[in-house]
């Protein structure tokens, strides 16, 4: 049972491009949550996915960032226009749980990141 | 709004020392609080989970332990050996919010 796949593990991308950051949740998962890293800092929530829902998206920039999990293939966390600013490492947890059910119980498992780089 | 704070921000100890890793968080009302390692350049390791009624979870040279009413956690590590060298992540889910994080400890174990 492979774990919680992200790719690209690492994506260069040049000031005013788009990058897409893949995420593909452990095998019987159908809730996604994406986190920012910036260089010596926690980890940021962005947004939590079910199955073709956004269930919170509070952590978004209101900009240029978007998320989707399909109802086929993985989770895509999309940034447009990427500014040296958004250079971070972008990690993806999955769960089989809902929210509700997810507080009481289960630890989170985490993707190996993306680490994006804005030159 | 919870807020998770790690002391120290770094630390350095040499080979078979025990030590303490400390996590405080604002709102106690807090449904569980997980322990994470991440090394440079990687993911994030899960070490322990420990549920709002436990006191504390063991795994191996590790030991969490919760004091939910005072908003603290500590990580024990015994014997500490140069492999456990990474950086340590405190998490806690509360509430409607997903896992809020510490900036967590730098740990380096000297030969």
């Known amino acids: 049972n492979a774990g919680v796949m992200q790719n690209p593990r690492h994506l260069v991308r040049r000031r005013g491009q788009e990058a897409r950051l893949r995420c593909s949740p452990m095998?019987?998962?159908?809730?996604v949550y994406w986190y920012r890293q910036l260089p010596e800092e926690g980890l940021k929530f962005m947004v939590y996915?079910?199955?073709?829902?956004?269930?919170?998206e509070s952590g978004m920039p209101k900009e240029r960032f978007s998320a989707e999990f399909p109802k086929e293939g993985p989770s895509i966390l999309r940034i447009q226009q990427v500014v040296r600013g958004d250079s971070a490492a972008y990690f993806c947890?999955?769960?089989?749980?809902?929210?509700?059910?997810?507080?009481?119980?289960?630890?989170?498992?985490f993707g190996q990141g993306t680490r994006l780089t804005v030159v | 709004k919870q807020e998770v704070t790690q002391i120290p921000a770094a630390l350095s100890v040499p080979e078979g020392e025990n030590l303490v890793l400390n996590c405080s968080f604002t709102d106690s009302a807090i449904y569980n609080l997980q322990w994470f390692r991440q090394d440079p350049g990687k993911g994030l390791t899960s070490l322990l989970l420990i549920q709002s009624s436990q006191r504390e979870q063991t795994s191996g040279r590790l030991n969490a332990s919760l004091d939910k009413s005072s908003g603290r956690s500590t990580l024990y590590i015994a014997a500490s050996q140069p492999g456990d060298s990474a950086t340590y992540l405190c998490a806690v889910s509360s509430g409607n919010t997903p896992l809020v994080f510490g900036k967590g400890t730098r740990l380096s174990v000297i030969a």
């Open positions: 095998k019987g998962h159908s809730h």
């Open positions: 947890a999955s769960s089989p749980l809902s929210g509700a059910a997810r507080r009481m119980n289960t630890e989170a498992f």
């Open positions: 996915l079910q199955k073709e829902n956004i269930i919170d």
